[in-house]
């Protein structure tokens, strides 16, 4: 699967409570996204980095923050998790930004 | 504003029969296109690319169509197999400063059946 783990698969937890998100990658690819899906809106990107400690904003940052400190760890942080942030995460790897692969998902309940 | 659409949201055909899934862009500056293909509980896995200088890329039973002047493409499955049933997602790069991401269509989901 493209040398790309996410940790962990499965997870509940409760209204307010922080939640860390862990992607790591042993291909040494450059970009990093996380994706959160939900029903008719596909893939949405949330934040991506193109470098150790550099990250940018996606579509629906709001309520979630990400670090990278070494090229194959991306954390994804919900500061203070809302049912809203119910979802199945997924966390991408691309050498240059264009073609990416995907790892196999969290599924994240916010109860 | 979506920069990549596909509109239509479910597609059913028969298996052997060739399946169609379009996809229309708005961005002309878009130089390269993907599609992935996605089963429920796994995340989406790359299926075929084609590159701008192109119209047609195959690989086996996948053949993508690109329509440059129509900011149209296609993906062609034949013969469709009860194993391509997913959903399928078209996406393209777009540079974001000095960086790319994707731009994703919201997918078409295709059911083949037996």
């Known amino acids: ?111 | 504003d979506q920069q990549v659409k596909q509109n239509s949201p479910s597609l059913s055909v028969q298996e052997g029969r060739i399946s169609i899934l379009n996809c229309d862009y708005t961005n002309s500056m878009f130089d390269y296109f993907l599609w992935y293909k996605k089963y429920p509980a796994e995340g989406p896995t790359f299926l075929i690319s084609i590159s701008s200088i192109k119209d047609k890329n195959e690989d086996g039973r996948f053949t993508v169509f690109l329509n440059k002047s129509a900011k149209h493409l296609s993906l062609h499955i034949v013969p469709s197999q009860p194993g391509d049933s997913a959903v399928y997602f078209c996406a393209a790069p777009a540079n974001a400063g000095n960086n790319r991401k994707l731009i994703w269509g919201l997918g078409t989901s295709l059911a083949v059946n037996p």
């Open chain 1, 1 to 111: 699967d493209a040398g790309i783990t996410q940790s962990p698969r499965h997870k509940v937890t409760e209204t307010g409570t922080p939640v860390t998100l862990r992607c790591h990658q042993t291909e040494n690819h450059r970009y990093m996204y996380w994706y959160r899906q939900d029903p008719g809106h596909g893939l949405r990107l949330i934040h991506y980095s193109y470098g150790v400690k550099d990250t940018d904003k996606g579509e629906v940052s709001d309520g979630y923050s990400v670090s990278r400190s070494k090229t194959e760890d991306f954390l994804l942080t919900l500061e203070s998790a809302t049912s809203s942030q119910t979802s199945v995460y997924f966390c991408a790897i691309s050498p240059a930004g264009d073609k990416a692969f995907f790892g196999q998902g969290t599924r994240l309940t916010v109860v």
